[in-house]
């Protein structure tokens, strides 16, 4: 049954992994179109004078024509699947695998390297817990960092359409496409390899639902799926909790145990049946795509891994009751508010007027929110950071800032209560964090005697003329 309709998400592609090469590149979907013509056909309010188009993003055909395009022009991969699987979203795979980059830089992988002499490269290997008919995580883990895979799936036709995929990027020595027929996710898949070989890391997309009743209920949604691929006994933590099951049996075999999550509500569950197993390092984050947000949950038993209370999406009860987020309104202009804005676009323009007032600020949105005319009325987001000196730089969040957080504005339905501004801290230096919001929200409300002073000048001036 499908759901009643939700309110839309804000865009989130600004949140995305550093490293996430679409994050500040968004897809040109006009340009892609010209050198591609079967993906030109789901292109829609295509403008020839500015070089600009949209994508019909209801269509689970266009979804499944972008991938393809991407992984093509980006990645130099061939890739098909049929049109009844689930379609991957490349951002979001993206920020997964990046993920894993961090965490493999965050521990010692001497004692799991696979190499044949002292002097020869480590050979990063990992075991992708089913794969899909897509396979996408080892034809770009094998693409970009020249990984191997173990890629399991206990779907016939699934498994055919990896093997197929892996075989027309002949990428066969580095990726083991293996068929299993239970639910033992790691032993059965590993009972053919030598006792003696280790991995890097296990990384998961888990079936997130129940049952199919539970999975339909987005009115909105384009996604395509078997079964197999949406639907576990137990959904998402009874998954992820057989995965952790079977760790325990394998901490000597694996470094990171790893698994995206789908919903926020299930990685308590997780940590603490982790906890239960007596699991000291563990590790969460957040992965941010288009208008979706999802989690990763990552576990070690290794002793050269110290764990890390920061690199968890989940902090101490103490640490929530620390200023987090702040709401403020903008009304709306009328003869009696002249503070007010009449437009969504006039608060966005108060809020760009102060960043560039101040050399250390930097706002970030979407490129392609400008397409999506009827929505950008009614909601937009930024990113806010605020960047240190040159001279001085913290090791707590990126190179070179400071603090950073999310800025959203929402308009009333009618705009009769005018504007919504959300304010939410991020990471970095907190108290720094909310200086910089108490003075641009200041900047934005404009109800000082400053901005008073400003207004009268400005009616004065009028007057004259």
């Not at 206990?154 to 639910?183: F, G, P, Q, W």
């Not at 339909?216 to 998402?236: H, I, L, Q, R």
Request: hydrophobic fraction near 35%.
């Amino acid at each position: 049954m499908r759901g009643e309709r939700r309110r839309p998400t804000p865009h989130l592609g600004a949140l995305a992994h550093d490293r996430n090469r679409y994050k500040d590149n968004p897809p040109d979907f006009y340009a892609l179109g010209r050198q591609y013509p079967e993906f030109k056909q789901y292109l829609r309010n295509v403008d020839e004078a500015k070089c600009r188009a949209s994508l019909a993003w209801d269509d689970p055909f266009a979804a499944r024509e972008l991938t393809k395009t991407l992984l093509l022009h980006d990645f130099g991969l061939k890739w098909e699947i049929p049109i009844n699987r689930l379609c991957p979203p490349l951002p979001n795979r993206l920020n997964y695998l990046h993920w894993i980059e961090d965490l493999l830089s965050q521990a010692d992988c001497n004692g799991f390297a696979e190499r044949h002499s002292a002097t020869e490269e480590v050979v990063v290997a990992g075991i992708d817990v089913g794969t899909g008919a897509n396979c996408i995580y080892a034809l770009l883990g094998a693409t970009m960092n020249k990984w191997k895979f173990v890629a399991t799936e206990i779907d016939s036709e699934s498994y055919e359409c990896a093997k197929e995929n892996v075989a027309r990027n002949h990428l066969e020595a580095m990726i083991s496409v293996k068929r299993t027929h239970s639910n033992k996710l790691l032993m059965e898949p590993l009972q053919d390899e030598p006792p003696e070989r280790k991995f890097h890391f296990v990384m998961c997309n888990p079936p997130f639902f129940d049952n199919m009743d539970e999975a339909d209920t987005n009115p909105d949604a384009s996604c395509m799926g078997s079964a197999n691929e949406m639907v576990f006994p137990g959904g998402e933590v009874a998954f992820i909790g057989r995965m952790i099951e079977e760790s325990v049996e394998l901490q000597t075999r694996v470094l990171w145990f790893t698994s995206m999550i789908g919903r926020k509500s299930s990685l308590r569950k997780l940590l603490a049946l982790l906890r239960e197993k007596q699991v000291q390092s563990t590790r969460t984050t957040e992965f941010f795509q288009g208008r979706t947000k999802r989690w990763g949950i990552a576990w070690t038993f290794s002793a050269d891994v110290m764990n890390d209370p920061s690199a968890k999406v989940l902090g101490k009860r103490k640490e929530a009751h620390r200023r987090q987020e702040l709401s403020f309104r903008v009304p709306l202009q009328s003869p009696e508010v002249q503070s007010g804005c009449i437009t969504i676009q006039d608060v966005v323009q108060r809020i760009r007027e102060f960043v560039e007032t101040k050399e250390e600020l930097k706002l970030s949105t979407d490129e392609h929110e400008a397409d999506r005319e009827e929505e950008i009325q009614t909601w937009v987001m930024f990113r806010l950071e605020q960047h240190h000196p040159i001279e001085k730089e913290s090791a707590d969040v990126a190179p070179g800032v400071r603090c950073a957080g999310r800025v959203e504005i929402f308009a009333s339905d009618d705009n009769g209560d005018g504007f919504k501004v959300l304010v939410v801290f991020e990471e970095g230096e907190r108290a720094t964090f909310w200086t910089t919001v108490d003075l641009l929200q200041a900047a934005t409300v404009r109800t000082g005697r400053q901005w008073r002073r400003k207004r009268q000048r400005l009616n004065e001036q009028c007057g004259d003329t």
